[in-house]
């Protein structure tokens, strides 16, 4: 059971990972890698106070450098669910589990809103992991959306399974190895179905699936945990980064605007401060 | 007419003097130097994102680097009052005034809480400015309680003025060349009168004054702006960084806890870019 588990890579999440390791408490970082695509794009940043002029990629590395400097570490994972129970939470990754008393949030902003029956066929043929579902869709028919390169192996693995995979890349230069996939260029626009999934609609077409497999490095705010209050698709937090849900806290982008990395890291301090003065109340109960 | 002015010069303000840089404000950055002594004297810090073990001396040259190349330079005064009229707001510095739409108040925690006596006698005997109100009291008794060795010379000039001068210095290594200044090593506990400030009272005694001079880097919150409203001591906030009075807007420690660099750079961040949301707002109507 850890103290904190700090969910996402971007600059809050490192700042978060900083914070719990110096105020010498037990965390978990766990994200799809060390800082975010969406920095290491970024040309040349100009209000990171003390860094002038640093490029997305400079910044990225200071703050993976930084992290490395104090022996802190992301395990790679995506995670898809954040349960409570009894006062403590569990967070599914693929087939690991982990359990915290405390989740920081810091899932940036990319995580796409999810579209029209993706929450409500999740579990009901919708999923977000191919390692823990994949089995399931032996010799059947399933379609796949993809959001990043990243997940490359695991589409290839789901068509090793499947008997037909009806593959939606949704990024540049794709490269899929393998022989019963059917590559489609256009997004989805939802998911239909009855009391499970049944299909994949997009602009100017659909496909019939028995399942589909939603790859993305972050699901949703409100996906991830049950129950989160959200606007707009940001976290609702106080000034002290505490959610709605009591011992879950946020950070970053995913709190709302303006998106800046500075307020990001600011954010991943506050967010660690609070968890750890929740802890040491909940201690005193 | 400035479209911002920034008060303070550490973290939170650099941050906040940047950004309003970077989004082409006209501004001004008013403070008692370029960060804060506070950050000086920080022996390590760990967990600013991206500078990794670095002495406080070291972030606070980052920092004002960090300004200097950008062109971004602080005013060197002590505001000791932001008056609201007509919807903007003025600015008394010393013998100086500054008109601005917004003010970004990054005044840190150092601020003390004004003692007994400070805020009702202020204007009737008190006084924050040596160089405006000194010639009231030409020939006459005054108490002059000073927080910083900056500040010696105006205690010098002040004792020029009067006949007499009881010095209260609250700062290591004194040092004041005049005939006429009685030095007192004690804190000041408060300050009585009747419609006027009568004398300054300490522990184990008190010293009576035509009128008292309170040297400080920063005045506290309250006292600086009339109807702020604060708690503990502390500018009471939400998300954006707004405080209750509309075009106010505050960043960094005097906002509240944790105490810590990355969160202020954050706030100044967060501050500036509300700020400069209220701009573009207040145009339209």
Redesign the interface.
């Given at each position: 059971m850890y103290d904190i588990a700090i969910i996402g890579g971007g600059?809050a999440g490192?700042?978060a990972a900083?914070?719990a390791k110096?105020l010498n408490k037990s965390f978990v970082w766990l994200g799809s890698r060390v800082t975010s695509k969406k920095v290491e794009r970024a040309e040349l940043i100009?209000?990171?106070?003390?860094?002038?002029?640093i490029t997305g990629a400079q910044?990225s590395w200071?703050?993976s450098?930084?992290a490395q400097?104090?022996g802190v570490y992301i395990e790679e994972c995506v995670v898809t669910g954040v349960y409570e129970t009894n006062g403590f939470f569990t967070l599914l990754a693929g087939e690991k589990t982990y359990e915290a008393k405390t989740v920081v949030l810091c899932l940036g902003v990319e995580a796409a809103k999810p579209l029209e029956g993706e929450e409500e066929f999740l579990g009901r043929g919708v999923s977000y992991c191919a390692t823990c579902d994949g089995g399931l869709y032996r010799g059947k028919r399933i379609a796949v959306v993809c959001t990043d390169k990243a997940f490359e192996h695991e589409i290839e693995y789901l068509c090793s399974l499947a008997a037909h995979c009806t593959v939606f890349p949704m990024y540049r230069n794709y490269d899929i190895k393998a022989a019963n996939a059917e590559i489609i260029l256009k997004a989805p626009l939802k998911y239909v179905g009855d009391v499970k999934v049944r299909e994949v609609v997009y602009k100017g077409g659909s496909v019939s699936a028995d399942g589909v497999f939603i790859l993305k490095s972050a699901v949703s705010p409100s996906t991830l945990v049950h129950g989160l209050k959200t606007d707009g698709g940001h976290i609702c937090?106080?000034?002290a980064c505490s959610a709605n849900i009591s011992g879950i806290f946020a950070a970053g982008d995913c709190?709302?605007?303006?998106y800046?990395y500075?307020?990001?890291?600011?954010?991943?301090?506050?967010a660690v401060?609070s968890a750890v003065e929740y802890l040491a109340a909940s201690e005193k109960k």
């Amino acid at each position: 059971m850890y103290d904190i588990a700090i969910i996402g890579g971007g600059p809050a999440g490192v700042s978060a990972a900083l914070n719990a390791k110096i105020l010498n408490k037990s965390f978990v970082w766990l994200g799809s890698r060390v800082t975010s695509k969406k920095v290491e794009r970024a040309e040349l940043i100009k209000n990171y106070p003390g860094l002038p002029d640093i490029t997305g990629a400079q910044l990225s590395w200071a703050l993976s450098n930084h992290a490395q400097s104090m022996g802190v570490y992301i395990e790679e994972c995506v995670v898809t669910g954040v349960y409570e129970t009894n006062g403590f939470f569990t967070l599914l990754a693929g087939e690991k589990t982990y359990e915290a008393k405390t989740v920081v949030l810091c899932l940036g902003v990319e995580a796409a809103k999810p579209l029209e029956g993706e929450e409500e066929f999740l579990g009901r043929g919708v999923s977000y992991c191919a390692t823990c579902d994949g089995g399931l869709y032996r010799g059947k028919r399933i379609a796949v959306v993809c959001t990043d390169k990243a997940f490359e192996h695991e589409i290839e693995y789901l068509c090793s399974l499947a008997a037909h995979c009806t593959v939606f890349p949704m990024y540049r230069n794709y490269d899929i190895k393998a022989a019963n996939a059917e590559i489609i260029l256009k997004a989805p626009l939802k998911y239909v179905g009855d009391v499970k999934v049944r299909e994949v609609v997009y602009k100017g077409g659909s496909v019939s699936a028995d399942g589909v497999f939603i790859l993305k490095s972050a699901v949703s705010p409100s996906t991830l945990v049950h129950g989160l209050k959200t606007d707009g698709g940001h976290i609702c937090v106080d000034r002290a980064c505490s959610a709605n849900i009591s011992g879950i806290f946020a950070a970053g982008d995913c709190t709302g605007r303006p998106y800046q990395y500075v307020k990001a890291v600011g954010e991943g301090n506050v967010a660690v401060h609070s968890a750890v003065e929740y802890l040491a109340a909940s201690e005193k109960k």
